[in-house]
């Protein structure tokens, strides 16, 4: 495979410096979004951020329930959810429940309409 290279005859410098300044500028926003992305990347932890939206709260046991999934297998997704900040707890008595935290709800809103949208089902043969 031969490499391939850019053989561009002029580079639009004042673009380019435009386009490096937007990155910086954002810089902070673009971490956040892709560790946001990059947790709920994770099939099992998208549908787990998608019922705490939807219901607020939730416990691991009625997640194991709903995802028909063993509680430890549900703890260590909330976990990862926790340690990256997305999702954070409280405790009720014996009972911990976890919720997603509203500064992220901005970002994975326009999945969950998506995925509230659409009545698609796998085509059949």
């Known amino acids: 495979?031969?490499?391939?290279?850019?053989?561009?005859?002029?580079?639009?410098?004042?673009?380019?410096?435009?386009?490096r300044e937007k990155l910086q500028e954002n810089a902070f926003t673009f971490s956040q979004l892709g560790k946001?992305?990059?947790?709920?990347?994770?099939?099992?932890?998208?549908?787990?951020?998608?019922?705490?939206e939807e219901e607020q709260e939730l416990?691991?046991?009625?997640?194991?329930?709903?995802?028909?999934?063993s509680i430890p297998a549900v703890s260590q997704h909330l976990r990862k959810l926790r340690d990256g900040q997305i999702i954070d707890s409280k405790r009720v008595a014996q009972t911990i429940?976890?919720?997603?935290?509203?500064?992220h709800l901005k970002i994975l809103k326009p999945f969950f309409k998506y995925i509230n949208q659409q009545d698609l089902k796998p085509a059949t043969v």
């Open 1 to 19: 495979m031969k490499n391939k290279t850019c053989i561009r005859v002029y580079a639009d410098q004042r673009q380019i410096d435009n386009c």
């Open 36 to 52: 946001v992305l990059n947790l709920a990347g994770n099939e099992v932890r998208l549908k787990i951020l998608y019922l705490l």
């Open 59 to 69: 416990c691991p046991c009625d997640l194991s329930d709903m995802l028909n999934m």
């Open 97 to 103: 429940f976890y919720f997603l935290k509203k500064e």
